[in-house]
């Protein structure tokens, strides 16, 4: 199982970026993916998940209207658009499968972050 996530770079607030977490190894349809990120001196949080049947998306309160967890199961890739970005949006973000169809399941495999700084 190998989870790419890229993306990352540095926008200026009220920018947007677009993360993408490339999947492979495993059944893309059968598993939930997620996104968290952890900024320095922070505890790693959950921003967006997606469910793998029906394509159903979640967001954290903190980033709701403003990111869009989406996916293309032709690429196995998983999206996460970010717009109006804040300068509390900087973190190093990660993209995660779950053991199941949805993210109740816990997250089974990580892959490596992509920085995001969102400057003032």
């Known amino acids: 199982v190998q989870l790419q996530a890229s993306g990352g770079g540095l926008v200026q607030a009220g920018g947007s970026l677009r993360l993408s977490c490339a999947a492979s190894g495993f059944s893309f349809d059968d598993y939930a993916i997620g996104w968290f990120r952890q900024a320095p001196g922070t505890e790693r949080e959950g921003v967006s998940c997606?469910?793998?049947?029906?394509?159903?998306?979640f967001h954290t309160d903190s980033v709701k209207g403003r990111f869009t967890i989406s996916s293309d199961n032709a690429k196995n890739t998983v999206y996460l658009q970010m717009n109006s970005l804040k300068p509390e949006d900087t973190a190093l973000y990660y993209c995660?499968?779950?053991?199941?169809?949805?993210?109740?399941?816990?997250?089974?495999?990580w892959g490596k972050g992509t920085l995001v700084t969102v400057s003032s």
């Open positions: 995660a499968r779950a053991g199941g169809w949805v993210v109740n399941y816990g997250m089974d495999y």
């Open positions: 997606i469910s793998s049947t029906d394509g159903g998306g």
